[in-house]
């Protein structure tokens, strides 16, 4: 029998996959100044051990301005690092390869974790030792109600956040990721230069699709300069923005990936919507047809995401040529072991074989992680 082309190992610069299946960030709101912990070593750690050929550590705040919520990950200081390190050594070590998503929150920052209603943090936040941050957008539009009004970027701001892109970059290649994400859906701040309904700027980094996509250019071109170029890159992009028509179309994603794979982008993860409250129509597969898309039309590797909800619509995904990778959120919140049972589903044998780096012994890993404790 064929290997299901869901199973079958995917290669992109330097790093092999073992298989198509791949965990899509999951904020969990749950660090501490940043800090990852063990919460999030055995939540993610679950997904290697379930077979899984790439796992995504959550959107990680380039800066302190670009958390979400103070829950957030963050990656802009050292300790940060160390603390990721032992997730990646985890997930390489126990067969998954291990990606990181960049991410600056931009206007949605600032704001509680969602099971506080995840609204505009203020003066009760604070007293909790919560304060709320001045938010940052392309220009001064706030993403609904209830959430702050940002300011809009000076280019010493846009500076900065290059500059905080670039040195988390380099954070993630000295924690040991194989895969870094740059962040550029959801209403988040890349995404929101990249859509006319949040940039109305009238200088160069707006009017029009070549001046909205000039900022997003920019991080992605640093990000390719520092990131080693074994390594491949990632890009999330919102293909559309919902109602659909109302803003950012198929036609400008098209021509920002191509833009982007210029600069040294391998695979574009095509979500949609985020930057308005509007939801999209919700069915298996939703958002397939983006990743079909971006691939035939700008020449990439594309992921699909978006309730793939079974391993049977996983493979005719990538069987059929619309995407080669396949994310999963909420599927593998539902299952973390989605590949096993995908490997018993497609070829009626399940992949229990899971020790998959024989050149680390148990005795290297414990060296490996002693290390990592003493740090800091
Ligand atoms: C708990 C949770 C947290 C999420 N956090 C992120 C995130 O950090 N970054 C991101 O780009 N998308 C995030 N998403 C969106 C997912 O990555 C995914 O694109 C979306 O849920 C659709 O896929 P699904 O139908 O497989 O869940 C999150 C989704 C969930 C359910």
């Given at each position: 029998m064929t290997t299901p082309q869901l199973l079958t190992p995917f290669k992109v610069r330097d790093l092999t996959l073992k298989n198509r299946i791949v965990i899509s960030p999951m904020c969990q709101y749950?660090?501490?100044?940043?800090v990852v912990n063990d919460w999030h070593l055995v939540n993610l750690g679950r997904f290697a051990m379930g077979g899984a050929g790439l796992v995504f550590v959550e959107a990680s705040g380039v800066e302190p301005r670009g958390r979400i919520s103070p829950g957030d990950v963050g990656i802009w200081n050292d300790e940060q690092a160390r603390a990721l390190a032992r997730i990646a050594d985890f997930l390489k070590a126990n067969g998954a390869a291990a990606g990181i998503q960049l991410a600056h929150a931009g206007?949605?920052?600032s704001t509680r974790r969602p099971w506080d209603g995840g609204t505009e943090l203020d003066a009760a936040d604070a007293a909790n030792g919560e304060a709320a941050w001045e938010t940052i957008a392309p220009s001064p539009l706030p993403?609904?109600?209830k959430y702050p009004t940002p300011k809009a970027m000076s280019t010493a701001d846009m500076a900065q956040v290059i500059v905080a892109f670039r040195e988390a970059t380099l954070r993630a290649e000295t924690a040991g990721f194989d895969v870094v994400e740059v962040h550029a859906a959801h209403g988040y701040?890349?995404?929101e230069f990249l859509s006319p309904l949040s940039n109305h700027r009238t200088d160069e980094y707006g009017s029009g699709r070549a001046g909205r996509m000039r900022f997003p250019l920019e991080v992605i071109e640093t990000v390719r300069a520092v990131w080693p170029a074994h390594k491949p890159l990632f890009l999330r992009v919102s293909a559309v923005d919902y109602p659909e028509g109302s803003g950012l179309t198929v036609e400008d994603t098209i021509a920002f990936?191509?833009?982007?794979?210029?600069?040294?982008?391998d695979v574009v993860d095509c979500s949609s919507g985020g930057n308005t409250p509007t939801p999209p129509a919700l069915f298996p597969g939703y958002q397939v047809q983006f990743a079909q898309a971006v691939r035939k039309e700008a020449g990439l590797a594309t992921m699909a995401v978006g309730l793939i909800l079974d391993a049977k619509l996983a493979n005719e995904i990538v069987s059929s040529g619309q995407a080669d990778l396949i994310a999963l959120a909420r599927p593998a919140l539902d299952d973390p072991n989605f590949a096993i049972h995908a490997s018993?589903?497609?070829?009626?044998?399940?992949?229990?074989?899971?020790a998959p780096t024989p050149a680390k012994s148990g005795l290297d890993r414990l060296a490996q992680s002693?290390?990592?404790m003493k740090v800091g």
């Open positions: 749950s660090a501490v100044d940043g206007r949605k920052g993403f609904a109600e701040l890349l995404h990936t191509q833009a982007a794979k210029a600069l040294g982008v018993a589903e497609l070829t009626g044998e399940p992949d229990y074989a899971l002693l290390r990592h």
